[in-house]
């Protein structure tokens, strides 16, 4: 119970913060199944070939498990515990990566997820999809594939890339005298990339929020809830101004929550938010709160939400980086 207490709490996450309008276990909760860089933290590098002296977040990876280290963190991944107004519960995961079996077993088990009921996918780098083959071990065992397929939401553009990563999770029917070979059974439902084209997976109602992911690429954040507003959105260099409007406060409409990219502590990268950009966009779209995601080993969680409480005093926007397997409760 004291590292369930520990990890509810973001360990020096305040309680109140994480609270949005909501508390109760039986109702809905977002769970951070990962809030680390597409490389994960720690960094093998740190670890096979060390600095002098050593890089401490990385190398208290091997000192401390990992459900105590804030610091350990896999691929950004967000599980939506949707509880329904007939109390019961739906399963959506936001985005799949190379950490996805490794999240399964340390927080399916932890929080006592039994399922997954839909999958939706911000965009099909490898970050965000090479766990898919990993769908079949959270679905029912059947030698010849005779089960319910899981819905999963994607843009035309992913779902192309996906048919040549993976084919034999897209293709329809077996050829002639080909083996039926047990793989992850998927129901592929394409999304546009449209702030007014929104959908519903598991019951619960998505906007899509395109923003750039470098000038040549765009990704999909997604706003959800409808008592309790939430953004979510992990790979970003530039909002469009569409989007920009939909999540602002001087815009549609202030959000209870926005879940935010921030890669680098310093500079700027070309493909992702950093620090000093995630903090500025913060106070443009000013949310109600804010949470911190797809970190690097350059975020020590204590140091650097040590930081975060002053500025959110100084600012009046309560910001705080995630954690793995944080559960943050709120009303849907």
């Known amino acids: 119970?004291?590292?369930?207490?520990?990890?509810?709490?973001?360990?020096?996450?305040?309680?109140?913060?994480?609270?949005?309008?909501?508390?109760?276990?039986?109702?809905?909760?977002?769970i951070f199944l990962g809030t680390g860089c597409s490389s994960a933290v720690p960094n093998a590098m740190c670890l096979i070939q060390p600095s002098d002296p050593p890089c401490q977040v990385c190398f208290q990876s091997l000192s401390i498990p990992p459900d105590r280290n804030p610091n350990y963190r896999c691929n950004t991944s967000l599980l939506i515990d949707y509880s329904q107004?007939?109390?019961?519960?739906?399963?959506?995961?936001?985005?799949?990566?190379?950490?996805?079996?490794?999240?399964?077993?340390?927080?399916?088990?932890?929080?006592?997820?039994?399922?997954?009921?839909?999958?939706?996918?911000?965009?099909?780098?490898?970050?965000a999809v090479l766990g898919l083959d990993d769908i079949r071990a959270v679905q029912p065992f059947s030698p010849t594939n005779d089960i319910d397929p899981t819905p999963i939401?994607?843009?035309?553009?992913?779902?192309?890339?996906?048919?040549?990563?993976?084919?034999?999770?897209?293709?329809?029917?077996?050829?002639e005298g080909q083996e039926v070979r047990r793989v992850?059974?998927?129901?592929w439902k394409i999304i546009e990339e449209q702030c007014d084209k929104p959908f519903v997976a598991s019951g619960l109602r998505f906007v899509p929020l395109p923003v750039m992911h470098g000038e040549d690429y765009i990704c999909l954040g997604f706003l959800f809830g409808e008592k309790c507003k939430v953004a979510y959105i992990s790979d970003i260099s530039r909002f469009p101004s569409n989007t920009e409007y939909v999540i602002s406060k001087n815009g549609a409409g202030q959000l209870d929550l926005l879940i935010l990219d921030t890669l680098y502590k310093n500079g700027s990268h070309n493909t992702h938010f950093c620090?000093?950009?995630?903090?500025?966009?913060?106070?443009?779209?000013?949310?109600?709160?804010?949470?911190?995601?797809?970190?690097?080993?350059?975020?020590?969680?204590?140091?650097?939400?040590?930081?975060?409480?002053?500025?959110?005093?100084?600012?009046?926007i309560p910001v705080?980086?995630?954690?793995?397997?944080?559960?943050?409760?709120?009303d849907l």
């Open 275 to 316: 620090f000093p950009q995630t903090l500025e966009a913060v106070k443009k779209l000013c949310p109600k709160r804010a949470l911190l995601i797809g970190m690097t080993h350059e975020f020590d969680h204590h140091k650097d939400n040590e930081f975060l409480v002053e500025w959110s005093k100084r600012e009046g």
């Open 184 to 187: 992850a059974q998927l129901d």
């Open 85 to 127: 107004s007939d109390g019961e519960h739906n399963y959506i995961i936001i985005d799949v990566g190379k950490t996805f079996r490794e999240q399964v077993l340390r927080w399916f088990t932890f929080h006592k997820i039994p399922r997954v009921d839909s999958i939706i996918l911000t965009h099909e780098h490898a970050d």
């Open 153 to 175: 939401y994607l843009t035309e553009f992913a779902m192309a890339s996906i048919a040549v990563k993976f084919p034999y999770l897209v293709q329809k029917k077996l050829k």
């Open 320 to 330: 705080q980086l995630a954690q793995d397997g944080l559960r943050v409760p709120i």
């Open 1 to 30: 119970m004291e590292n369930q207490k520990a990890t509810e709490n973001g360990n020096n996450i305040d309680h109140n913060f994480l609270a949005v309008n909501g508390d109760a276990r039986d109702g809905s909760a977002l």
